[in-house]
């Protein structure tokens, strides 16, 4: 066997291994004896066909097997002998590969580039205090207070955090709304609607709640809404502004929960004191979970801001694809049309290579941090994720274990996977932590 490698740029390798005739056929005797120890013939027991009747039955497949024999062949020794750490397996031209004759394959590879690790012990790392203010334990109450609060009907003008019930008719430049928004005919006319008073979230129609302020039942007014530029859920009504006709049919007020047993009870306490402390610890264990997430982004943010190093374009590739495949999904599910996404392809195009760019660089940084510290994946690590996948999708662990030891390439991947949190939760763990100050 004879390899040459041939440089197209600094992760990417051309490997010519040349196999001699000797070993091509070696090969093909093996995967003959192969194919005649497992198939049957008419007349013959079982494995007991003569190897050249079995040659010429089931020539096709025999070629196919071999050919496949010698490329991994070719493969596995050229992988060998140039000592390369590859990556992916980019392209492959075989040329003619025939018993009795050498083989040449061509063997393209990305490979793994020279990185050169920064000192990564103690990365400076930001958190927030965890432990709980008075006024955030008392927010909470008040929203677990306002989840079961009443609503009771108010024969007054609507005050914030009422409830109004109105109807509406929209139309844009004069024309009705019904022929601009299509089948989104919630945006331009309903017989009635809640819209709730100067609320945090906005609802349906842009700016309405606070244009409700100070109306009551029977009461009417014309109201103007401006939609959003990136309104997407009615690309027509981007960046417009429509008019509507409201009528307010009825006002409730909020009447929240008193202190009492019976709310303590519904909230697993006791007492008020006993409220206090729950929603403190599950605060607390909350802001222990974001500060952790936090310093994990911070790592990673230093990480790449330090890869100075070339990064496969295989590689790349393969997470852009996961990049877009992702951000079309979630916004496919918020209603943005296919269309939208062909009119920015270039920029969600370019968008999503930068990001797989940093990606890769941090992966194979992890990769090498984790080689140079000896981190390994270990049994109870795939026991750990698969009750976590168990938990997330309602399946059986031992069903999940069962279907992905059918599926190579998903166990590798979240080998892979795995292997990487363990590095960052390692640096992580070795990370210069200071503390912000508090917000007021």
Do not use: C
């Not at 309405?208 to 029977?218: D, F, N, R």
């Not at 031992?398 to 992905?404: H, N, P, S, Y």
């Not at 949190?421 to 992580?428: C, G, H, S």
């Amino acid at each position: 066997m004879n390899v040459q490698i041939t440089d197209i740029n600094e992760t990417r390798k051309t490997l010519t291994v040349t196999l001699d005739k000797g070993e091509v056929d070696g090969e093909y005797h093996a995967t003959l004896g192969a194919f005649t120890k497992q198939v049957s013939l008419p007349g013959f027991r079982p494995g007991k066909a003569p190897a050249a009747m079995v040659a010429k039955r089931f020539g096709k497949e025999l070629k196919d097997e071999f050919k496949q024999k010698v490329i991994g062949k070719a493969y596995r020794d050229g992988l060998d002998q140039s000592k390369l750490v590859v990556l992916s397996l980019v392209d492959v031209e075989e040329g003619a590969i025939e018993p009795g004759l050498s083989a040449a394959i061509k063997l393209t590879v990305d490979v793994r580039p020279e990185i050169k690790l920064p000192d990564y012990h103690g990365i400076v790392t930001e958190t927030r205090p965890t432990e709980p203010t008075d006024a955030e334990v008392e927010t909470v109450i008040e929203g677990l207070r306002a989840e079961r609060a009443d609503f009771k009907v108010a024969d007054r003008a609507a005050a914030k955090g009422d409830y109004v019930r109105f109807g509406y008719t929209g139309t844009l430049d004069g024309q009705p709304l019904t022929e601009v928004v299509g089948d989104k005919g919630i945006y331009a006319a309903a017989p009635q609607t809640w819209e709730e008073v100067e609320g945090a979230s906005e609802g349906l129609l842009p700016g309405m709640s606070k244009q409700i302020t100070g109306l009551k039942a029977g009461d009417k007014k014309d109201a103007k809404v401006t939609f959003p530029a990136d309104f997407a859920a009615v690309p027509a009504l981007a960046g417009k502004t429509a008019a509507y006709a409201i009528e307010v049919q009825e006002v409730r007020e909020r009447a929240l929960p008193p202190l009492d047993e019976a709310f303590f009870k519904a909230n697993q306490a006791g007492d008020l004191a006993g409220l206090q402390t729950s929603i403190r610890t599950n605060l607390r264990m909350r802001k222990e979970y974001e500060n952790r997430a936090a310093q994990r982004r911070q790592v990673t943010d230093a990480l790449v801001a330090q890869a100075i190093f070339p990064v496969p374009d295989s590689l790349i590739a393969s997470e852009r694809d996961g990049v877009l495949r992702q951000f079309i999904e979630e916004n496919m599910r918020r209603g943005v049309p296919q269309e939208d996404f062909e009119k920015n392809k270039k920029e969600l195009y370019d968008s999503a290579t930068k990001a797989a760019v940093s990606r890769v660089k941090v992966q194979l940084m992890l990769a090498k941090i984790a080689e140079a510290e000896k981190l390994e994946v270990e049994e109870k690590d795939f026991n750990n994720w698969i009750m976590r996948e168990a938990m997330r999708s309602g399946s059986k662990p031992d069903k999940i274990a069962k279907d992905l030891g059918k599926d190579r390439e998903q166990l590798r991947a979240i080998q892979q996977q795995l292997l990487f949190d363990k590095a960052l939760d390692f640096l992580v763990g070795r990370a210069t932590v200071r503390t912000a100050t508090a917000k007021a």
